[in-house]
C-alpha cells in the first residue's frame, strides 16, 4: 500500500512573521491652548502613509511577547482651524508591539522628525520645524495579514530655538488606519 500526501503550504504571513508592513491612517488632531507654552488653538485633518520594518523576532514570553520595529511616516496635515494650511514631511519612529495575542497587538510609539507648514502662524518663528511624538496603538487583525488599526498620540511641533519667537504647538491627535503585512 502507498500513500502520498501533499503538504499544503501556507502562505499566511501574520504579525509574527512578517517582516515588514504598509499602513494608511486618517484621523485628526487638535493643538492645547496652555499645555506648555501652546497658546493657539489648531485643528487638522490628518493622513499619515506609513512603512514598518520589523527589526526583530519575537522577543519575551506570557504577556511581554514583543517585537521592535522602526517606523517611516510621511504625514499630511490639512489645517482648517484658525485658517487652511498644509504641514507635512518625515517621522521616523520606534515602536514596540505587545504579541501574547495574535488578534489583538496593542503597542507603543515614539519618535520624531522634520515638518513644513503653510500655516501663517507667528509664534512657530519659521516654516520649518521639528517634532517629537508618543503614542498608544493596537493593531485588530480582520484577515491573516491584515489589521484595522487605532492610534493615540502626543504631537509637540516647534523649531527647537532655531528662529524667534518659538511658541511651540502642543496636540493630540487620533487615527483609524490599515495595515497590510509582508515577508
Not at 522602526?70 to 487652511?84: A, F
Not at 518625515?90 to 495575542?101: D, K, P
Not at 498608544?136 to 523649531?159: A, C, M, P, Q
Request: one cysteine or more; glycine letters at 10%; a negative charge.
Amino acid at each position: 500500500v502507498v500513500s502520498v500526501s501533499f503538504a499544503q503550504e501556507s502562505n499566511k504571513v501574520g504579525f509574527n512573521k512578517a517582516k515588514s508592513h504598509w499602513t494608511i491612517l486618517g484621523g485628526f488632531g487638535i493643538t492645547h491652548p496652555g499645555w506648555g507654552d501652546t497658546e493657539t488653538r489648531i485643528e487638522d485633518v490628518d493622513l499619515i502613509l506609513q512603512y514598518g520594518r520589523f527589526l526583530s523576532g519575537e522577543k519575551g514570553r506570557s504577556w511581554y511577547k514583543t517585537r521592535h520595529e522602526l517606523l517611516i511616516e510621511i504625514p499630511v496635515y490639512i489645517v482648517y482651524k484658525p485658517e487652511s494650511a498644509v504641514m507635512t514631511g518625515i517621522n521616523f519612529l520606534s515602536c514596540w508591539n505587545f504579541t501574547a495575542s495574535e488578534e489583538i497587538i496593542p503597542y507603543i510609539f515614539t519618535g520624531g522628525g522634520f515638518m513644513y507648514t503653510s500655516l501663517d502662524e507667528p509664534g512657530l518663528g519659521t516654516d520649518y520645524n521639528g517634532n517629537y511624538q508618543a503614542g498608544v496603538g493596537t493593531h485588530y487583525f480582520i484577515k491573516e495579514n491584515t489589521t484595522i488599526d487605532f492610534n493615540y498620540r502626543y504631537h509637540h511641533i516647534s523649531n527647537a530655538d532655531t528662529a524667534e519667537p518659538n511658541e511651540p504647538l502642543n496636540s493630540t491627535k487620533t487615527f483609524v488606519g490599515l495595515s497590510f503585512f509582508l515577508d
